[in-house]
């Protein structure tokens, strides 16, 4: 039985971070608000069996369609960037026995580190134009920001807030073996 666990190679899998999008969700007001980090570093080391994921996102290139909101995301109201400037995500043992991923890691923000179970999909690996191999890694979470200090909200008139506290974190990212 062949499974994407023996497709994939041992060794180390760094970003390609032209070929990468780390981002978030959040409903807000009557819709769903959405931003990215565009500076963003991940690794998967395959070795001895397991597999293992790092990853962390610079709060400073939050990045949305408005420089006075990115300047409020990162602000001590929601990432507080000066304090802390990077979210760090980190899963010891992923279990890529199918086309499904499943990973309990753990992801600071804020400085707060908490337990987070990501799912997603691992495509098998190709060889570039370039003889470089790639694989594809989509992963998603649901946190509860409150969790994590990003308490900032704004009460409605007829009652409720404006920022839902269920965040959906996702990433869609590439990634090439080392040489």
Avoid: C
Avoid at 14 to 41: K, P
Avoid at 56 to 79: C, G, I, M, R, Y
Avoid at 83 to 88: A, D, I, K, N
Wanted: charged content about 20%.
């Amino acid at each position: 039985m062949s499974t994407i666990q023996t497709q994939i190679p041992a060794g180390t899998w760094n970003l390609d971070q032209i070929h990468s999008t780390a981002g978030f969700e959040v409903a807000y007001l009557a819709g769903t608000f959405h931003g990215m980090f565009r500076d963003v570093q991940a690794e998967l080391d395959v070795s001895d069996g397991r597999t293992r994921i790092e990853g962390t996102a610079n709060v400073a290139s939050v990045d949305v369609k408005d420089e006075n909101l990115a300047a409020h995301l990162q602000s001590p109201d929601f990432f507080d960037a000066e304090r802390h400037p990077e979210l760090r995500f980190v899963a010891e043992d992923v279990d890529l026995e199918s086309e499904t991923v499943n990973a309990s890691g753990e992801i600071t923000i804020k400085g707060v580190t908490k337990p987070v179970e990501v799912t997603g999909t691992i495509s098998a690996p190709i060889t570039d134009a370039w003889g470089n191999e790639r694989i594809g890694l989509q992963l998603s979470a649901t946190v509860d920001r409150t969790e994590f200090g990003l308490n900032w909200n704004m009460p409605l008139p007829a009652g409720g807030n404006a920022l839902a506290n269920e965040v959906t974190l996702a990433v869609d990212i590439a990634l090439v073996q080392q040489a």
